[in-house]
């Protein structure tokens, strides 16, 4: 069983940046891709990050050049670091973990506030 916990929320003004946290327990080692995703209010989820086994990291369109997503050497935390943000960035960010063949995992969720 995979548990992922997110950290690093808060309120944030236009202009400026943070880092998100994910801390991942359970064996990953299966793990196919790994990443973010964003839900605003009103909308639907979508894809921020994505870290495949095998390949480069994808972005969403209306995060690229502004994110980068890493994961440590020991595969139990990830990252989602963000700058110039905006207000559009304004959502609850959700951490997952897809096993190969397997589940997706996700975290619960972390609230991101973009406003001065």
């Known amino acids: 069983q995979v548990q992922l916990v997110e950290s690093g929320g808060g309120l944030v003004q236009p202009g400026g940046s943070l880092r998100l946290s994910c801390t991942i327990s359970?064996?990953?080692?299966?793990?196919?891709?790994m990443g973010w995703y964003r839900q605003a209010p009103g909308k639907q989820r979508e894809m921020v990050a994505a870290?495949?086994?095998?390949?480069?990291?994808h972005y969403g369109d209306d995060v690229e050049g502004r994110c980068t997503a890493s994961v440590d050497d020991g595969m139990d935390t990830m990252y989602l670091h963000m700058n110039s943000l905006k207000p559009d960035d304004t959502a609850v960010y959700y951490c997952y973990v897809q096993i190969r063949g397997g589940s997706r995992y996700w975290g619960q969720g972390t609230q991101v506030t973009v406003s001065s």
């Open positions: 359970g064996s990953i080692f299966r793990a196919d891709t």
């Open positions: 870290i495949q086994s095998t390949g480069p990291t």
